[in-house]
Each structure stands twice: as structure tokens, then as C-alpha cells.
């Protein structure tokens, strides 16, 4: 805290360690500052940020503590988060996204640019800058593959030559770059955030599918200015349109073959680490009833479907069920018989409409609550379904803690824990598993295939 009681976030700080600061400014009512030096002993969790770039580009806060004593953070902030909601538990131990001899794993395959200047006024693609830049380009991130290090070069040479300018607010052309890596061919796709639409955008296409061979597709995306350089409709979905290549990417989480596109989510780590615990942790079965609730793109339930036979995916907007239905397809053919339904009318109808058909079944359910947890209602029509086992899985330590009370009210918390989603970053997703202790088997199997509606 400061003298007047607001509150000091110091970027490079870490708790309990007494130092001297540099205050850097004010953001939502929160004051900042820059750690200088410790003042005294400096903490022994501190080390030696080993990127050049740490503190302009800030992507990175945890880089200046030892990696284990990440995991304490990031424990920390879950335990908070579940001693906030009165909860009585401990927090397991943090799953690493890296060993100890490899912290600088490449973990990454999808990194967001945006579009400013030099210092000499040329065009320059890079990451909004912490400490007040307005771009700090990052080619030698270790945090992204080899590939979209390479990819960021080659653009931000075609952006300089071809002289396609950056929006400032009132003219110029580009705004935004966003680059994807598949972790399964290592092809490259490129989407640009346009103010309006030019010819020369064409030629930076051509270019950049020539300048590298894993650029497999380059796509485009005008955003209206004023606003967010990225504008999504009313279901969040983006309008793309494609200058090059390839609109779809692989990927295998769990070794489950998808294609994704530029509009869809991408996930923050491809393998899914804390999405195949959550699958692994509700035990399914062939013959089991599962229902996925606020998945992204569909994989729990797909993932579910591979052991149960069927699945059920809801809360899904129309776009993205329709990608879902698209690579439930390959799942039919890795697995015989395997099916999954998805449905994207509101969750509280989708789930009243499908209550027939699941009960009798206590169905497995796991629920993807992403930052902002998921409404009472929808949980306490869950629990309506009499679950065996229920899965919480969440990004937000705090919304999940709530959801996880909700639902420790008709089932028995079994275990919460963290997994790390990027090294060097206080960002984790949760896993918390839930069982009834009704260990009554179900009377009835999983439901058959059947259309369900959607709007």
C-alpha cells in the first residue's frame, strides 16, 4: 500500500522482500511501480531475468523468481482464492509446464503483435510495451516456437519494405498481427488487423508465403476504428478473410486429431495438460452419460466421447459448434461408433431439453468455466441432473473458488489443483474434482445419437 492507502502493484517485486521502488505511473485505480534493488537482502527466490527484453515487454512478470518458487505464487493465489470463499481444503501441488532444466521451454504457439513505429518513424511489429514503449518488437522470444520467431522477422521486414503503415488514430492501414503455430505440422498462420482493407495487403501475402516455408495461410480481419483491434460480433466470433493458403490449423490435443481456424479460440497450450486431468479425473467409461458445459471449441467433449461412446457439448455459439460438429467427424473415424452432439442454444434451455434425456443416467460433467465462472443457475440445474462426478475447470481463481462452493453444496470436493499454463507467468488453469456421495450406478445408459436443436 501506498501512504494514502492505495494499493502498489511493483512489477519485479516479489512479497515479503523489502525494496527500493520507482513509482511508473497509475492504472484502474491502482498505483505502479518498477522494482529498483532490494533494500537489504534480496529474497531468495530472486534471480537474474535472462531476457534482455523482461521489463520493457512485461509478458513475462515471474521471470525474476526461481521457477519452483513460481509454483508458490501461483499455489498461492488459487489457496486465496479458495480460503476467499470459505472453503475449508488445501490447494495440490502446482502440475509444471516445464522441468527444472528446461525453463525456457517453448510452450507458446500463438502470439498477438500490434502495429506501431520506431523511433525513426519506420513501421515496427512487436508487443505493447510495459514500461510505456508502444511496441517492443520481441523476434528472440524463447517463449514461441522457432517458426513464429522466424514468422515475426520475415513480417516485420515485408512490413517495413512494402511501407504499410500502422494505424494511429487516423490514418495508416495495419493495426494488429496475430500468428499461430500448429504443434503438429509446424505450419504458420498469419492474420492481420486492418483499419480498411488495400491492394498492398495482397503482396504482403505473396511475400510472406514465400519468405518462409511453414507460412501455410495469411487471412484478414477489418476492424472499425475507433475500438479494439479486434472486433467480434455479438457470439464473439471474428470476420475473416483469407489473402493466402490455408484456413485451418492441426492440432492433437491428447492425441485426438481437430482443425482449428483463424476465428476460432486457440488454446493457450495445444496439448491440453489440464483439460486431459479433467477428462482423466471423471473415470469415464463406454456406456457412460457425459456432458461438456463452456468449452471453447468443444474438445472435452470430444475427448469424452473417445472413452464413453457419447457426449454432449453445450454453451457453445453456433460458429463454434459448427467446428465442433466438423471434427467430431475425425472422431467418428479414430473411434467407431463414437459420437458427439453439440448444441448451441442458451446452457439453462439446452440443458432443461436434454434433462430427459439424462436422467436415470447421473452423467459425468465437466464444466469449463474460462475467467468468469459460470452463472448459479446453470450449476444448480447441474446438480439437478443428480452427477456422479463433476469436473470444475477454471482460469480465474476467484470465480472458480465461488463455482466451487456452489457446488460443494450437493457433492464433496475431492481435490483443486493448478496447472501451470506458461513458465514465468502467474497464469494457471484449475482443476477441481467433485463426487457425489451417492455411489449409486446409474439405471440407465448413455442416450444415442440424436439431433438436438439449435438456433
Known amino acids: 500500500m501506498t501512504g494514502d492507502g492505495t494499493q502498489l502493484a511493483v512489477f519485479g517485486g516479489i512479497p515479503g522482500e523489502r525494496a527500493r521502488v520507482r513509482l511508473t505511473g497509475t492504472l484502474r485505480r491502482q ?21 534482455d527484453r ?54 507458446q504457439y500463438e502470439i498477438n503483435l500490434v502495429a506501431g513505429y520506431s523511433d525513426r518513424q519506420s513501421p515496427r511489429i512487436g508487443v505493447p510495451g510495459h514500461d510505456g514503449r508502444e511496441v517492443v518488437p520481441v523476434p528472440g522470444c ?39 503455430c500448429s504443434p503438429v505440422t509446424g505450419e504458420v498462420g498469419v492474420l492481420l488487423s486492418v483499419a480498411r482493407p488495400s491492394t498492398i ?22 476492424s472499425q476504428p475507433p475500438g479494439f483491434a479486434w472486433d467480434r460480433d455479438e457470439e464473439g466470433e471474428l470476420g475473416v478473410g483469407m489473402l493466402y493458403g490455408k484456413a485451418l490449423l492441426d492440432l492433437a490435443p491428447g492425441g485426438m486429431a481437430m482443425r482449428l481456424g483463424f476465428s476460432d479460440p486457440w488454446p493457450a497450450r495445444p496439448d491440453e495438460p489440464a483439460l486431459l486431468d479433467a477428462v482423466t479425473a471423471l473415470r469415464p467409461e463406454p456406456g457412460d452419460a457425459a456432458v461438456e458445459i463452456g468449452g471453447l471449441n468443444g474438445v472435452g467433449a470430444l475427448l469424452l466421447a473417445r472413452h464413453t461412446g457419447w457426449a454432449l457439448g453445450l454453451g457453445l455459439t453456433e460458429a463454434r459448434a459448427r467446428r465442433a460438429r466438423e471434427n467430431s467427424a475425425s472422431l467418428a473415424v479414430a473411434v467407431k461408433g463414437a459420437s458427439a452432439e453439440f448444441d448451441s442454444e442458451p446452457v439453462l434451455d439446452a440443458l432443461a431439453a436434454a434433462h430427459g434425456r439424462l436422467d436415470g443416467r447421473r452423467p459425468l460433467v465437466l464444466i469449463n468455466a474460462g475467467t468468469k465462472g459460470i452463472p448459479d443457475p446453470v450449476l444448480d440445474a447441474i446438480l439437478a441432473l443428480d452427477p456422479r462426478r463433476v469436473v470444475l475447470l477454471g482460469a480465474n481463481p476467484r470465480s472458480f473458488a465461488k463455482n466451487l462452493k456452489r457446488l460443494s453444496a450437493g457433492l ?44
Open 412 to 455: 464433496s470436493v475431492v481435490r483443486v489443483t493448478p496447472h501451470d499454463v506458461a513458465p514465468n507467468t502467474p497464469f494457471a488453469d484449475v482443476v477441481g474434482v467433485l463426487e457425489s456421495e451417492d455411489k449409486t450406478l446409474p439405471t440407465a445408459r448413455s442416450p444415442r445419437r440424436k439431433v438436438v436443436r439449435s438456433r
Open 201 to 222: 495487403l495482397s503482396e504482403l501475402a505473396d511475400r510472406l508465403a514465400s519468405g518462409h516455408p511453414a507460412i501455410a495461410g495469411v487471412a484478414m480481419h477489418i
Open 142 to 180: 524463447l517463449m514461441v516456437p522457432g517458426t513464429l520467431r522466424e514468422t515475426m522477422k520475415v513480417l516485420a521486414h515485408h512490413v517495413r519494405e512494402l511501407e504499410i503503415w500502422p494505424w494511429n488514430g487516423k490514418v495508416g492501414t495495419l493495426r494488429a498481427v496475430q500468428l499461430r
Open 54 to 107: 523482461f521489463v520493457p515487454c512485461g509478458r513475462c512478470p515471474l521471470m525474476h523468481i526461481h521457477p519452483l518458487a513460481q509454483h508458490d505464487v501461483i499455489r498461492g493465489l488459487v489457496q486465496d482464492g479458495i480460503d476467499a470463499a470459505e472453503l475449508n481444503g488445501r490447494v495440490d501441488h502446482v502440475v509444471p509446464a516445464f522441468t527444472p532444466e528446461s525453463i525456457r521451454t517453448e510452450l
Open 31 to 51: 498505483d505502479r511501480a518498477r522494482w529498483v534493488a532490494a533494500a537489504g537482502a534480496a529474497h531468495p527466490s530472486r534471480v537474474e531475468p535472462w531476457c
